[in-house]
């Protein structure tokens, strides 16, 4: 396996980079590969997962952490009507749950689980292996994804060069066939 980099990223996922990654999951108090259903994912559907997390991603933009929406809601005016004060509230959620508004890395890998690219399964162990990458990565035991891609120097190239080398790792350490029930 070659380095996986892009230019304008810091993080390089080399073969040992990979190898500790599949150490670790070894070592998981649970199978890596089998999510909260109690049913086995494949490599390649976790895969696919990461891969329409990234493009989802390149879609609507990546903002490095979701702000909750501070002084954009305004204020409620003296007497206001119930209508009055459900329409804005109505109207704040929409805008803060635009389909084409950036997202986080860890938004965009949860919003693929409700497409045909993935489901809760897929995303519970995509997480999962994303966590595995940052602790090789990282050499930290209980380092998060969520954490890692929120750090004030993250770059969007970097959250792309995980998402490639967790589906690359998913192809490659994956089940290639779901255990039989």
Known sequence: MTATATPSSSVLITAAVMG???TLAADLYRPLWTGSSGEQSTGETVARHLEA???LLDETGWIRTWAVGVGQLGEVEDGASTEVMLRQLID???EEDDP???VTAVTAVDRIAGTEH??????EIAQEVLNLLVQAV???PTARFGAWAERQHRTHAEITVMFTAGALFARTHGPKHPAAG
């Open 118 to 123: 993935g489901d809760g399964d897929t995303r």
């Open 20 to 22: 500790e990654a599949a």
């Open 53 to 55: 997390a990234a493009d």
């Open 100 to 102: 084409v508004k950036p």
């Open 138 to 140: 990282t050499g930290h």
């Open 92 to 94: 704040y959620i929409r």
